[in-house]
């Protein structure tokens, strides 16, 4: 149920950031980030980076030439249009980032223009050069020729191509996958510096069961008053609304926000709970004096079938504005929670999650039984009845989600994570699923230093691995091959990120020994696979599984154990 204003109010930030008047729009505000992962590290995932890695790898396609050699010596392309002028181009393909890529007559410049498709012959406004790198950023302005790929008929939002959640709402939804397949793909090729012979054939693309309203989590958002200056809290100077504000999401590639007053990727309760913060915002806009960040997060109450009154059910839902769903022996009864500080219920299967309702938790709850039943199932070793694994380490555990679904396989499960807040979720979700501290144990401690206090015997051990988007740093990979569990799964939602740091514990760290000699490789990849978490959008979740290899004198013992 969406809490009152008296119980809770939005998160308020700052008022809205001035532009400049040619900075209005744009994609990509791109800045020139140094690298902050150490030398080993060179990659940092982002946006900028894996967007010019397909653009270069476009070109060379094209041109059979590396387009970075231009760069690096410094030659300017000539001749390109003038910015803010149209352009009618041809797309050739999607980039990782979610944007269509399309070559200029030439073949030697590209021109990324959003929501497109492979095919696409459309018109785009050039708002950006950057000639040194071969490509220019650009909106898109019309579709003059559609490509068979795309078909408007499927989109579901009148927002679609300017909100900048959703990227694919004109695509099939197999083909999405698809594409997404592509994604892991070109992250190992452009960022793991392994050779093809070390990086084995990517699976198919798991989808998610719900295509629209699997989000549970939305944060819409409002700008603080239009004249509102950084310097205001300094001066005493406090602000008023004369009207209310946009109350949405990003225009793309721009601080703008726009007004959007449903969102068809929330789930109904989520959606629910969007229209009555809206309103209540605008009822309540002069006790405001910044811009807030509005929270969203779905609450499930499970009720046994043989419990449930429908007509009390159907009274209360009125006034709380629930919703019901028929889950085969359960009813579940779902509200949205509001309260940064409330608490926010998820089920899983049969297990249960409970955490602060603006904590990280997985926002599509629909595809997690997939997804926990398939790291379950090939976290141990294939066709080896009689392994000798029996310890889980979760390095990055958050709430438990790894720890607890998995605990049942092992005899020792621990999670760590290095915010002490998601160890006592951890801990209070373990016990709500009837484990003890001997079953699923947690602690508090900084990942890059976990394996400091770690007995268990590494040949007995699988580690989980489920960093955040900029993965895992030196010191912890510089750990982790030197304990050289028996397994690693990698989680990540940065598929470029994990790839450079598996190529790391496939192709070794220099002076590292983890049983192979300094600066051998440890780890051999079992399976690449990656996960739709988000339809409709560029993102895809990536699970790479892998085993340590098999060292001389082990091969027999292996057979043994597969016997």
């Known amino acids: 149920m969406a809490s009152s204003a008296a119980e809770v109010g939005p998160v308020e930030s700052n008022g809205s950031k001035k532009r400049a008047p040619d900075e209005e729009k744009g994609s990509y505000r791109f800045k020139n980030k140094k690298n902050k992962t150490g030398n080993i590290l060179t990659t940092t995932g982002s946006n900028e980076e894996v967007l010019l890695a397909d653009v270069q790898a476009l070109l060379k396609k094209y041109t059979l030439e590396d387009s970075s050699t231009d760069a690096e010596n410094g030659k300017v392309e000539s001749s390109l249009p003038e910015r803010l002028s149209e352009v009618e181009v041809t797309v050739a393909e999607?980039?990782?980032?979610?944007?269509?890529?399309?070559?200029?007559?030439?073949?030697?410049?590209?021109?990324?223009?959003?929501?497109?498709?492979?095919?696409?012959?459309?018109?785009?406004?050039?708002?950006?050069?950057?000639?040194?790198?071969?490509?220019?950023?650009?909106?898109?302005?019309?579709?003059?020729?559609?490509?068979?790929?795309?078909?408007?008929?499927?989109?579901?939002?009148?927002?679609?191509?300017?909100?900048?959640?959703?990227?694919?709402?004109?695509?099939?939804?197999?083909?999405?996958?698809?594409?997404?397949?592509?994604?892991?793909?070109?992250?190992?090729?452009?960022?793991?510096?392994?050779?093809?012979?070390?990086?084995?054939?990517?699976?198919?693309?798991?989808?998610?069961?719900?295509?629209?309203?699997?989000?549970?989590?939305?944060?819409?958002?409002?700008?603080?008053?239009?004249?509102?200056?950084?310097?205001?809290?300094?001066?005493?100077?406090?602000?008023?609304?004369?009207?209310?504000p946009p109350i949405g999401f990003m225009k793309k590639g721009t601080r703008i926000t726009i007004d959007i007053e449903d969102c068809p990727i929330g789930t109904e309760a989520v959606r629910k709970g969007m229209k009555s913060e809206r309103k209540r915002v605008a009822d309540q806009i002069n006790t405001y004096?910044?811009?807030?960040?509005?929270?969203?997060?779905?609450?499930?109450?499970?009720?046994?079938?043989?419990?449930?009154?429908?007509?009390?059910?159907?009274?209360?839902?009125?006034?709380?504005?629930?919703?019901?769903?028929?889950?085969?022996?359960?009813?579940?009864?779902?509200?949205?929670?509001?309260?940064?500080?409330?608490?926010?219920?998820?089920?899983?299967?049969?297990?249960?999650?409970?955490?602060?309702?603006?904590?990280?938790?997985?926002?599509?709850?629909?595809?997690?039984?997939?997804?926990?039943?398939?790291?379950?199932?090939?976290?141990?070793?294939?066709?080896?009845?009689?392994?000798?694994?029996?310890n889980l380490i979760d390095a990055y555990s958050g709430s438990g989600l790894f720890t607890i679904t998995l605990s049942s396989l092992f005899t020792h499960s621990l999670g760590i994570d290095i915010s002490p807040s998601s160890i006592e979720s951890a801990r209070s979700n373990a016990r709500l699923n009837g484990l003890s501290e001997s079953q699923a144990n947690f602690i508090a401690a900084d990942a890059a230093n976990l394996f400091a206090s770690i007995e268990s015997n590494a040949d007995e051990t699988v580690v989980v691995i489920d960093p955040p988007r900029k993965g895992c740093d030196e010191s912890f990979l510089r750990q982790l091959l030197r304990y050289s569990p028996a397994r690693v799964i990698y989680v990540s939602c940065n598929v470029h990120t994990q790839a450079r740091d598996v190529g790391v514990l496939v192709g070794g760290m220099k002076g590292v020994d983890g049983g192979f000699g300094p600066g051998s490789g440890v780890y051999e990849i079992e399976s690449l696979r990656g996960f739709d978490f988000f339809p409709q959008t560029g993102h895809v979740e990536g699970v790479a599984v892998l085993r340590r290899k098999v060292a001389e004198g082990e091969t027999e013992t292996r057979q043994q154990e597969a016997a």
């Open 94 to 244: 999607i980039s990782s980032t979610g944007d269509g890529l399309a070559l200029s007559p030439d073949s030697k410049h590209v021109y990324v223009v959003p929501f497109t498709a492979p095919g696409d012959v459309v018109k785009a406004k050039i708002f950006k050069h950057t000639p040194n790198l071969h490509y220019s950023l650009a909106d898109l302005v019309k579709v003059e020729k559609s490509s068979p790929h795309r078909d408007d008929s499927l989109i579901k939002c009148p927002y679609f191509a300017s909100c900048s959640g959703c990227q694919f709402q004109m695509l099939p939804y197999q083909y999405q996958l698809a594409h997404k397949k592509t994604i892991v793909e070109k992250a190992y090729q452009q960022f793991s510096n392994l050779a093809p012979g070390f990086v084995p054939p990517v699976g198919e693309t798991i989808g998610s069961p719900l295509q629209y309203e699997y989000r549970t989590k939305l944060t819409p958002h409002f700008d603080g008053p239009p004249d509102a200056r950084r310097s205001d809290g300094r001066n005493g100077i406090k602000r008023a609304f004369k009207e209310v």
């Open 289 to 390: 004096r910044k811009g807030a960040t509005i929270l969203l997060r779905e609450d499930t109450k499970r009720i046994p079938k043989s419990e449930f009154n429908a007509e009390e059910a159907k009274e209360s839902a009125e006034k709380t504005e629930a919703v019901i769903e028929d889950r085969g022996d359960y009813i579940h009864e779902k509200t949205c929670v509001t309260d940064q500080n409330g608490k926010s219920t998820e089920y899983i299967d049969d297990f249960a999650f409970v955490n602060p309702a603006g904590a990280f938790f997985q926002n599509n709850n629909s595809i997690l039984p997939k997804f926990t039943s398939y790291i379950r199932d090939h976290i141990l070793p294939p066709n080896q009845p009689n392994h000798k694994i029996k």
